[in-house]
């Protein structure tokens, strides 16, 4: 399983931003798929995920209402579309995949088993 993520950049507050992730395979028919982010020196946080199965979506208080967790299977891409972007959201994203987890867990870092390398998203002024 691969994961490559792209999109990343440097964004003023309250813009917008879309990343991408392309995944090998078909990760996005069967398996648990989600995005992260780490902030210097904070523990990398689940901020949304999806369960490829049957499409429904999770997303952290911090994000809930300004990101949008989406994929193309056609494509085999995930997407997160961020809006209303704050400083506090600067972070390096990082979209996984994962083999097998409980949906009580699913923003849990532990559950993943497959990790892209990251893109960087500053929001600054």
């Known amino acids: 399983v691969q994961l490559v993520e792209s999109g990343g950049g440097l964004v003023q507050p309250g813009e917008s931003l879309r990343l991408s992730c392309a995944v090998s395979?078909?990760?996005?028919?069967?398996?648990?798929v989600g995005w992260f982010r780490q902030a210097p020196g904070k523990e990398r946080e689940g901020i949304s995920a999806m369960n490829s199965r049957d499409g429904s979506t999770y997303y952290a208080d911090s994000v809930k209402g300004r990101f949008t967790i989406s994929r193309d299977n056609s494509k085999r891409t995930l997407y997160l579309q961020m809006s209303s972007l704050k400083p506090e959201d600067t972070a390096v994203y990082y979209c996984?995949?994962?083999?097998?987890?409980?949906?009580?867990?699913?923003?849990?870092?532990?559950?993943?088993?497959?990790w892209g390398q990251g893109t960087q998203v500053t929001v600054s002024s």
């Open positions: 996984a995949a994962s083999a097998g987890l409980s949906i009580a867990t699913i923003l849990s870092s532990d559950e993943y088993d497959y």
């Open positions: 395979g078909d990760v996005l028919d069967y398996y648990p």
